[in-house]
């Protein structure tokens, strides 16, 4: 069994970020993981197929990164929970459905992990997926250590769902391929419950079809979406300082 679930909430474990990332998501209680592999993202996916039978999950490594978006985002709007991870390359693969994605919105809370590579240390390039989030219009987390990376990814899924939005995660290669200390959370009991609607009104990606038409209309929406997560992000827990005045 894998250690990221045999052991109980209170635990203190020594992880690597995408471990980290990896506990986080399933302290959310996702269903579905999709990813394509790539230094320094690829143990994030990996550490969930090793669970996937205990947790009762679907996992997959996808033809690439634009069909592992696709089939998170299906996971979404069945109002199930579900994580996409890639490298930076790959999110320049996927950027043709992520502004799709990013109109029409989203259900089950969606998760987006980017993990980059400054130096370009296994990478033909130094991509940075900052840009895209900024390009799509939508929020974006950056964990500063690896409590952080599982916290945040687990807060991650619940942004997601409280904004109808697709949520990125930007990590990098000294985060994904380090260790820290990581305490545990709980893991929830869980069964997927996947429903999907079509049949609302043509404007309501929550019961209508889920599509990014009409743009002007869905844009306004993505800036409204905008507004809400700043207001959200003032007051969350990782927007804070503990230590001396000076």
């Keep these: 069994m894998s250690r990221l679930i045999e052991e109980k909430e209170g635990f203190p474990a020594v992880l690597m970020g995408n471990e980290a990332i990896a506990r986080g998501a399933l302290e959310a209680g996702i269903d579905v993981a999709a990813g394509y592999p790539g230094t320094p993202s690829s143990e994030i996916v990996e550490n969930l197929t090793r669970v996937a039978?205990?947790?009762?999950l679907y996992v997959e490594w996808s033809t690439?990164?634009?069909i592992s978006l696709e089939v998170a985002a299906a996971a979404s709007f069945a109002n199930l929970r579900a994580l996409c991870a890639m490298k930076q390359n790959g999110v320049n693969v996927a950027s043709d459905f992520l502004?799709?994605?990013a109109g029409s919105g989203t259900r089950g809370g969606l998760v987006l992990v980017a993990c980059d590579d400054p130096g370009a240390?296994?990478?033909v390039n130094e991509g940075e997926s900052r840009h895209f989030a900024r390009l799509v219009e939508v929020p974006l987390l950056e964990p500063a250590d690896f409590q952080e990376a599982?916290?945040?990814t687990k807060w991650a899924f619940e942004l997601s769902e409280e904004l109808k939005s697709l949520v990125m995660i930007r990590s990098v290669t000294r985060m994904s391929h380090a260790s820290g200390n990581v305490k545990y959370g709980g893991l929830p009991e869980r069964k997927p419950q996947a429903s999907f609607k079509f049949d609302g009104p043509f404007l309501d990606s929550q019961t209508g079809p889920v599509i990014s038409f009409p743009v002007d209309y869905k844009h306004k929406i993505i800036h409204e979406k905008l507004k809400k997560a700043r207001e959200i992000f003032?007051?969350?827990p990782f927007n804070t300082y503990e230590g001396p005045r000076k």
């Design 53 to 56: 039978k205990e947790r009762n």
């Design 64 to 66: 690439n990164e634009k």
């Design 99 to 101: 502004l799709h994605l």
């Design 121 to 123: 240390l296994s990478s």
């Design 150 to 152: 599982k916290d945040m």
């Design 234 to 236: 003032d007051s969350s």
